[in-house]
């Protein structure tokens, strides 16, 4: 048995792990950059704003982090035309087998520079964290083997049990909790390599409040195989998640930036994407436009859902001197 960071570290990333073998996300479950362009065309809008804040450098970085086949580079790649689009540098960071794409750059670590915009999109949920439980009244790490089966033993280290204190206190014998102190810190570092742009977590997760009252008494570990929620098992077999405390995420990166966390819902409609159905005349004049109007109306509906994708947080960092709110006006506060 070995602790749970250790055993989802093998299962995703060890040889012949989940995502280490080149499955495709896209063929387990449905994100925003397979539904369509949309999240994508929003992107290049808030690039836009970010080039303005930086009085238009002369090459303009656009880096995805946990890129995984490469949708969401490639589309934005494709949705930047102009003076902009001459100047952007498209990147993907990825731990999985590159899906070289034409325009875009893969790579296996972060760039050492960004001047631009970096997205971690569904990034931060498949790094692994360790599991901890109360365990005869003392908070202990739980231990996994491939089978599944779990044990608590072991000890904390003084940083994950201040975590745990400060994030997502436990309490009543038997409750569990993902320790996500190395979500903090992998984003602290991704930000910290933006020297003048901004940086985007856009991810499931909760919030402090909701974790102490206790709305997650098991943890949020999970796993998805095929396009269905699956017992987490570490083998190798299946992706293994677990929601981001994304608050948490937003204080490791301190106050070098200016940060906001909001929801997509209202995000995406402050970029453009508000959706709306096309006018009913336009299925008369044009049946064909009407019919890509509404499909696209469709797409951005999925992405506001707000029982769905419009519910994930949008982690916003403005850096280097530009201001968050010169990327997204003030937005009400995200609550998953
Ligand atoms: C849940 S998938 C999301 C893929 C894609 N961003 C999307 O939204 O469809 C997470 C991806 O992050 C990648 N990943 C995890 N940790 C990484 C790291 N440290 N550096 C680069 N890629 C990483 C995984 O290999 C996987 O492809």
Known sequence: ???????????????????????????????APVIGRELAEALVELLGRVDTALDHPAALDFVDVGAGGGELAQAVRESAGGDLGRRLRVTA????????????RWRRDLPERVVGLLVGHEWL?????????????????????TQGNEAPSGSLTE???????????????GARAEVGSTRDAVWATAVAGVAAGAALAV???????DRAAGRFPDGTLTGYLAGRQV?????????????????????AVGTGADTVLVAQHAALAALGMSGGSPAAALAATDPLAWLAASARAGRIAELRARDGLGRFGWLLHATGGVRATDLLPSLPAWQP
């Open 93 to 104: 960071v990825e731990l999985a087998p590159a899906r070289p794409t034409e325009g875009v």
């Open 231 to 251: 017992a987490p098992l570490p083998d190798g077999s299946r992706d293994l998640t677990a929601h981001v405390a994304l608050d948490a995420c937003a204080e």
């Open 203 to 209: 991810d499931y997760g909760h919030l402090a409040a």
């Open 159 to 173: 940083a994950e049990g201040d975590w745990l204190a400060r994030w997502w206190p436990l309490a009543g014998e």
């Open 125 to 145: 949920d498949a790094v692994p964290c360790r599991v901890a439980t109360v365990h005869n009244g003392l908070l202990l790490p739980v231990l996994v083997d």
């Open 1 to 31: 048995m070995r602790d749970w960071r250790e055993a989802w570290q093998a299962a995703l990333y060890g040889p012949g792990g989940f995502f280490a073998r080149g499955e495709q996300p896209s063929a387990h479950f449905r994100t």
